[in-house]
């Protein structure tokens, strides 16, 4: 349980506290695109859980990911890496995971159902 109260702060920092610290850009983009309205809050702490830490992410959330959008879900990442919160975490890693994050919900979106 602490470790969801752990990840739901974490959550929270990735979606508002972040944005003290971002670059102009990054919150120009997440403010023009209503990034922080379009997932719900456990897709949020999924997706942030499958970057940021070792966990996966589910279709339903997949899903939800790829309707935030690349560039929603990038200026996101972005933001967060900017957050002092972070500043041990190697942006490289942490960018890689998301692409792969990325790659891997677009992939399963994209493919045909078995049932189809």
């Not at 379009?38 to 309707?67: D, H, Q, R, W, Y």
Request: net charge neutral; hydrophobic share 40%; aromatic share 6%.
């Amino acid at each position: 349980m602490a470790s969801l109260n752990v990840n739901s702060v974490l959550v929270v920092l990735f979606l508002t506290c972040g944005a003290v610290m971002a670059t102009k850009d990054n919150d120009q983009i997440i403010k023009e695109n209503n990034c922080e309205t379009k997932m719900g809050f456990p897709c949020v702490l999924e997706a942030f859980t499958s970057i940021f830490e070792t966990g996966s992410i589910s279709n339903k959330c997949c899903g939800e990911l790829v309707m935030l959008g690349k560039v929603c879900h990038s200026a996101l990442v972005k933001r967060t890496l900017e957050n002092p919160l972070f500043k041990y975490v190697s942006p490289a890693t942490i960018i890689a995971q998301s692409i792969q994050t990325w790659n891997n919900c677009l992939a399963l979106i994209d493919s045909p159902s078995p049932s189809a």
